[in-house]
């Protein structure tokens, strides 16, 4: 038999990792099963739902960085380059997220000015910065705060979403106002460069493992 | 020792948090209840009243109003006499159409097509476990589910929708339309739908594999 069975555990008094433990948790579906090893299984499944198993997500800190870097550099374009351009009555306007902020300031609208400055500037370059963070203090084994860690990881991973603001208002202008030489909107580049930062920072989200963070943790230990 | 301990193998009596590894032994809830790790703070698992029942209902609600919000016009804008309606989808095919195919696409998979299949997976796998019945290919299909739904988000484009109008108004006059108002229920309903979802009561459904 498996070395699992001959091991008795009381859980109430120690607290236990399912890495320690031999099992893993399956992403998924929640459901724990007994780790395979690497030449046993190179590519486990979950025995209920059927979706891969990972004891970590693989290459996460690798994988994380890549795509880090990748949105930190097309976060540039995307605020340089004009979103949209405004035609109204003969006159072709350039509109930048900034500037875009800048006017609903200067048309009295502050609250919608927050809205879109928090979403579009604010969201995107805190999630970069706090993943970096992450991922820096994940490296340097630290143990100071892994509560605190955990909770601004869950809220990067809730609030990138948000940040998709922008491209639906385009989106809407665009398809509303088509009324050629008078009235007119078209999509610029930066609305794509955008889009990329917002879905590949939701990837960086999503390809960091948090239980990283408590890993040091047990090995000081 | 005084109590007898506890066997590892046991393996569905446990639950592992999935944000800091740390094994917990499952206990029974309150009718509506969560259970959240003691160590981070990730909810583990939850019960909801009337899971699978509500959730039913609140997706064929979406649905219904899914094909209101598309099919509809959105808003009617009219300018210097000229009259434009648009739906949800023109928006998307005149951004494919000025070149922007990237973005059409990510506009179109976020807004619709995600949550549509979203909302139509749940109903495809709640309306037989209803009757006891196993829906065909129950696990592949409530994966799907579970990995697109942090991919729909209806609730930010209804405040794309309220920026852009309010840009608009300054130009011309926007008036807005019965999908709209179907949008804004949506919201509600998918945002009910997924709180009022107990993902266990399909996973217990499934065999596992030994």
Partial sequence: ?221 | MTRPPVRVMDLDTYIACHDCDLLHRRQPLATVGVATCSRCGAVLYRNRRNSLDRTLAMAVCGVILFFIANLFPFLTLSFEGQVQETTLVTGIMELYRQGMASLALLVLATGVVFPLVELTGLIYLLLPLKFDRTPWGIAGVFRVVRLLQPWGMTEVFLLGILVSIVKLASMATVIPGAALFAFLALIFVVAATAASLNPDIVWERLTIDT
């Fill in chain 1, 1 to 221: 038999m498996g070395t699992l069975d001959d091991r008795y555990i009381e859980t109430a008094l120690l607290p236990l990792t399912a890495d320690k433990a031999g099992v893993v948790g399956c992403h998924t579906c929640g459901l724990l099963s007994r780790r395979h090893s690497e030449e046993e299984h190179a590519h486990p499944l979950c025995p209920r739902c059927g979706a891969r198993l990972h004891h970590r997500k693989p290459n996460s800190l690798a994988r994380t960085w890549a795509l880090v870097i990748a949105a930190l550099m097309l976060y540039i374009p995307a605020n340089v380059l004009p979103v949209m351009y405004t035609t109204y009555l003969g006159k072709t306007k350039a509109d930048t997220i900034l500037s875009g902020v800048f006017y609903f300031i200067s048309s009295g609208s502050w609250h919608l000015a927050l809205i879109i400055f928090v979403a579009s500037v604010v969201v995107p370059a805190l999630k970069l910065v706090v993943l970096s963070y992450l991922l820096i203090s994940v490296q340097l084994r630290s143990d100071r705060h892994p509560q605190e860690r955990t909770r601004l990881y869950r809220i990067t991973e809730a609030i990138g979403r948000w940040s998709m603001v922008d491209i639906y208002a385009v989106t809407i202008m665009v398809a509303l106002l088509n009324l050629g030489r008078f009235a007119d909107v078209d999509a610029g580049m930066g609305a794509v460069f955008f889009g990329a930062v917002v879905v590949i920072t939701m990837f960086a989200a999503n390809s960091f493992d948090p239980r990283m963070i408590w890993d040091a943790m047990e090995k000081r230990q």
